[in-house]
């Protein structure tokens, strides 16, 4: 099964909520590749991980499991993408517990909105994939929806479509707007592969955190793409990362922002002390290593116990 990674400790309080993540096991039933770096890519054993991490969380008995996006892979035959969803879907379906999943690029590269969503269960109106929930009274999920403007996805004559390519058509000069060759820094986040938050759940997010600062709950986001620097690269920042973690920082209330698309991991805690943990890919994990975790959420702290090649990582509350 394969071994935790460090801060596993005897502690002696129960966490308020267990729950099980895991992040872009984008599955391909396609012999093994690499990324356009080099790093080598495991596309069918991703669905072995995805097995042994759902097996744990039922062995832990978790309340529901959180998917940070990429469920299959951007290279999988497009005759056969909904077939390799719901394959994916189903292996997620053997845990005995909800699971909500973000969505990813590669997921929008398999199948429009409008097919997918229903597919992952999200069930969110005209084609949105960004909802909240609180497991206890303690604590609220955030789930974002990081394509909401974005040139995938949509009808090409969606206006969430036609901003994404007006964004990327001011910021980016590349014929092929996946390609950050020319841009530095920071602009480099301008590609087809990420996304942007649009005003309507930007709103919705103000109003939700507002809500959960009355309620004195803490709140964990979850995005696809990273939302801080620190714990990413260029390459992989939500376009408007900045107007989000401008809204985070209008409150105490989150404490921590999941995310995945970055496959390597990182980890960060920014200005205002919310901490960024990356997840490593279940895709690039070679035959026999894993890469998912258990999240605990206790009253004065977060510990994501991670296996293989997932990191372990805690965060002790100052206040």
């Not at 991980?49 to 035959?77: H, M, S, T, Y």
């Not at 690029?105 to 949105?128: M, S």
């Amino acid at each position: 099964m394969g071994c935790t990674n460090g801060l596993v400790s005897a502690k002696e309080k129960k966490p308020l909520v267990s729950f099980g993540v895991i992040s872009d096991v984008q599955y391909a039933d396609i012999p093994d590749g690499h990324s356009y770096l080099g790093v080598p890519r495991y596309y069918r054993h991703s669905q072995l991980v995805l097995q042994r991490a759902v097996q744990k969380w039922n062995e832990q008995k978790l309340k529901f499991v959180i998917n940070l996006g990429d469920i299959v892979d951007g290279f999988c035959p497009k005759d056969q993408s909904l077939t390799a969803i719901e394959k994916i879907v189903n292996e997620f379906n053997i845990f005995n517990g909800p699971v909500y999943h973000t969505i990813g690029n590669h997921c929008l590269y398999n199948l429009p909105r409008e097919k997918l969503l229903p597919v992952l269960n999200i069930l969110g109106r005209e084609g949105l994939a960004y909802f909240d929930f609180s497991p206890v009274s303690e604590y609220r999920l955030v789930v974002l929806d990081g394509y909401d403007i974005s040139a995938i996805g949509w009808p090409k004559d969606h206006p969430n479509t036609l901003k994404a390519l007006n964004i990327l058509q001011e910021r980016n000069p590349n014929a092929d707007k996946n390609n950050p060759n020319g841009l530095v820094g920071l602009e480099r986040r301008f590609v087809m592969f990420n996304g942007a938050v649009g005003k309507e759940q930007m709103e919705w997010l103000d109003c939700v955190l507002q809500n959960a600062t009355k309620l004195n709950q803490k709140v964990v986001i979850c995005c696809h793409m990273p939302l801080d620097l620190s714990a990413s690269c260029d390459e992989a920042l939500l376009w408007n990362y900045d107007e989000v973690i401008d809204v985070i920082h209008r409150y105490n209330c989150v404490k921590v922002c999941l995310a995945g698309h970055a496959h390597k991991g990182g980890h960060s805690v920014d200005s205002h002390g919310v901490h960024h943990w990356v997840l490593e890919a279940a895709l690039e994990c070679p035959s026999g290593s894993n890469s998912f975790g258990r999240l605990d959420l206790f009253d004065d702290r977060l510990l994501l116990t991670g296996f293989d090649r997932m990191k372990s990582r805690e965060m002790v509350f100052t206040s």
